[in-house]
């Protein structure tokens, strides 16, 4: 379970999170709001890139402030923009880096990267250079890069907003078949409305915390 106890967070003069709790375990929970209104910010902690100024964020009882490590192996995370995900100019060596960080075998390392390869029909592009791949495979590939590493939660900050409608279609199935438990930012309300919760975030605070037939509506709403 990823919980926030008491959780604020401040650049500076500005206030983006003001004293959050939240317990989240449900399998696939969306994060909406206005431009700016934290939910980056909220991602960011989630994972341990971020650690909050007051309160806890624990992840299967691991506090982010002490455990950057162990909370970043359980909690993936994928960028809205793939160019910044993705390192290396080769596909396989791109896939392969994190897995030989933590010093996985050389035959663990193939045998994840052919699977992940393989679910994304992406076999072909072993050898591609990376940054010759079109927008949507990127961020297909920077997905797989989360995905080799196996952890059990996934964080995407807003993974579809450069991608068109096809490729917006796939990474939004790619997310719905996922084994691993999801936080999804995005501001296509449509992708989200069958997530199992939603948390509508405003004013640094989460508004409107329900299952998406009522906080969707709510939001809509709340926008107009
Ligand atoms: N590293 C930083 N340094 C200073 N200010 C920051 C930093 N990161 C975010 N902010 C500010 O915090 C506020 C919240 O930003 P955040 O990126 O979390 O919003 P967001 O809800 O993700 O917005 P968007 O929908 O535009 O992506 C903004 O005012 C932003 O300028
Ligand atoms: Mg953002």
């Not at 003069?13 to 969306?30: A, M, P, S, Y």
């Not at 045998?111 to 940054?131: G, K, N, V, W």
């Amino acid at each position: 379970m990823l919980e926030l106890k008491q959780v604020s967070h401040a650049f500076g003069e500005r206030r983006v999170l003001e004293n959050i709790t939240l317990q989240l375990d449900e399998k696939r929970i969306g994060v909406v709001g206005s431009n700016g209104c934290g939910k980056s910010t909220f991602a960011r902690l989630l994972n341990g890139l971020l650690i909050p100024q007051h309160g806890d964020v624990i992840v299967d009882g691991l506090n982010t402030r002490d455990n950057g490590k162990a909370v970043r192996r359980k909690v993936g995370f994928v960028f809205q923009n793939p160019d910044n995900q993705i390192v290396f100019p080769i596909v396989e060596e791109d896939l392969a880096f994190g897995m030989k960080n933590l010093g996985l075998p050389k035959d663990v390392i193939r045998e994840r990267i052919d699977a992940t390869l393989a679910r994304y029909d992406m076999e072909s592009f072993r050898q591609h250079p990376s940054h010759l791949l079109s927008g949507g495979q990127k961020q297909l590939m920077a997905i797989s890069g989360v995905l080799v590493m196996q952890p059990d939660y996934i964080v995407f900050d807003e993974p579809t907003t450069l991608l068109d409608l096809r490729n917006k279609k796939r990474i939004a199935q790619a997310i719905n078949e996922m084994d691993q438990k999801t936080v999804v930012v995005s501001h296509d309300l449509e992708f989200l409305q069958d997530f199992d919760r939603v948390l509508v975030f405003e004013g640094g605070q989460v508004v409107i915390d329900d299952i998406p037939s009522v906080a969707l509506p709510a939001y809509v709403r709340m926008m107009s």
